[in-house]
């Protein structure tokens, strides 16, 4: 019975929520005649840099241009070591070897965050280390006081990858305000989510987001005037007309109802065979996603069947270290990352989506209480 059942994210319950105001947004911008960096663009930037408390939000093609870009910007090029962690999206290690450097990796801790001691070991031993690309892997804030002292003390360039993070804080601090900056995704399973591909890059440092304008537009400085070698790395006029006026003002109301989710999962959630790691330190997270861990590695799959069994939607983040995939020259065995390799092998994340229904979310916790 489809009614019954409870996906992992539920694009018909957005369709439903926002639909006339998509499509009012669409009917604007194509009144407008104006189809790519135009008003749309420029005022969702201002928005969206305001609702997050940055100064300069710079629109782009998706989440892995807008990481390439904050990197080039910062200078990383060919020659530079980013590190960065095995526990991510490919994209966030692909946008590294994209800006032309080279990807390192480092542990991460039991939140699947990067462990900042590895990194600063790493730092330490690799002195072509110019960059680091922390993730705040799902909606959780990496500790940003200490990405600062690892940014001053070592003289490294710091780029957050808050695809998974808008709006989440580290101490008070909004992810990538004392940073070269953070990028973001608005791919459509993530909290700001588009009806398409698109992301930003979200800074205070006005060099910066100069720099990025250029790179996502041919490294045009005004028109047909190069100064850089850049991309066509657009955010169109259409994604932003419908995420301005029809996705981003219920962002904070989604986030908070991820919030009273995740807090309901982590007083509830009581079964030996799962581990609930809860929220780091100075995180203020936004729980794009909910992950569980399993005690036994061997059964996640077999709890991810019983789960779907009762219809009961699941995913994995993420199956295979970015360090490991095969598109690498040389990829490195998931045991070079213990911490990281465990966690992959026994995360799963449940429904967190603020179309998730209390009726619903007691099922979850309820199925998961009884396996
Ligand atoms: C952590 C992380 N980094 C980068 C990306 C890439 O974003 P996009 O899909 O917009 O390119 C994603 C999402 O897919 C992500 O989850």
């Given at each position: 019975?489809?009614?019954?059942?409870?996906?992992?994210?539920?694009?018909?319950?957005?369709?439903?929520?926002?639909?006339?105001?998509?499509?009012?947004?669409?009917?604007?911008?194509?009144e407008s005649g104006w189809y790519v960096l135009g008003?749309?663009?420029?005022?969702?930037?201002?928005?969206?840099?305001?609702?997050?408390?940055?100064?300069?939000?710079?629109?782009?093609?998706?989440?892995l241009d807008a990481i390439e870009i904050g990197l080039r910007a910062a200078g990383i090029g060919p020659g530079d070591e980013v590190l960065t962690t095995p526990l991510t999206a490919f994209a966030t290690a692909l946008a590294i070897a994209r800006a032309g450097a080279t990807p390192r990796f480092a542990d991460v801790d039991e939140f699947g965050l990067l462990d900042l001691d590895a990194v600063e070991r790493?730092?330490?031993?690799?002195?072509?280390?110019?960059?680091?690309?922390?993730?705040?892997?799902?909606?959780?804030?990496?500790?940003?006081?200490?990405?600062?002292?690892?940014?001053?003390?070592?003289?490294?360039?710091?780029?957050?990858?808050?695809?998974?993070?808008?709006?989440?804080?580290?101490?008070?601090?909004?992810?990538?305000?004392?940073?070269?900056?953070?990028?973001t995704s608005f791919y459509p399973?993530?909290?700001?989510?588009?009806?398409?591909?698109g992301g930003a890059l979200l800074t205070n440092r006005p060099e910066i987001a100069a720099a990025a304008r250029e790179l996502r537009d041919y490294g045009q400085r005004a028109k047909y005037e190069h100064v850089r070698l850049g991309l066509n790395s657009r955010l169109d006029e259409l994604h932003a007309a419908i995420l301005r006026t029809a996705?981003?003002?219920?962002?904070?109301?989604?986030?908070?109802?991820?919030?009273?989710?995740?807090?309901?999962?982590l007083a509830e959630l009581d079964n030996e065979q799962l581990i609930v790691p809860g929220v780091p330190q100075g995180s203020a997270s936004v729980w794009h996603l909910f992950p569980v861990f399993v005690v036994d590695a061997d059964q996640r799959d077999a709890f991810q069947a019983y789960l779907r069994e009762q219809q009961i939607g699941t995913a994995v983040h993420y199956p295979i270290l970015a360090s490991a995939q095969e598109a690498w020259d040389a990829p490195e065995p998931p045991s070079a990352y213990p911490v990281a390799d465990r966690l992959a092998r026994t995360e799963l994340s449940l429904p967190i989506h603020p179309y998730l229904s209390d009726e619903d979310l007691t099922r979850v916790i309820a199925a998961c209480n009884a396996w």
């Open positions: 019975m489809s009614s019954s059942s409870i996906p992992a994210v539920d694009f018909a319950a957005l369709w439903a929520d926002i639909g006339p105001q998509a499509l009012e947004a669409v009917a604007r911008m194509g008003t749309e663009v420029e005022q969702f930037e201002r928005d969206l840099a305001a609702a997050h408390g940055v100064e300069h939000a710079i629109g782009c093609a998706s989440g790493a730092i330490e031993r690799h002195p072509a280390i110019r960059a680091v690309v922390p993730v705040h892997l799902y909606g959780h804030a990496v500790d940003g006081a200490r990405l600062q002292q690892l940014a001053e003390a070592h003289d490294v360039a710091i780029l957050e990858d808050a695809a998974q993070a808008v709006l989440a804080r580290s101490d008070g601090r909004p992810v990538g305000a004392d940073t070269i900056g953070a990028a399973t993530k909290n700001l989510g588009a009806l398409g591909d996705v981003l003002p219920r962002l904070v109301a989604a986030t908070d109802r991820r919030r009273v989710i995740a807090t309901r999962y």
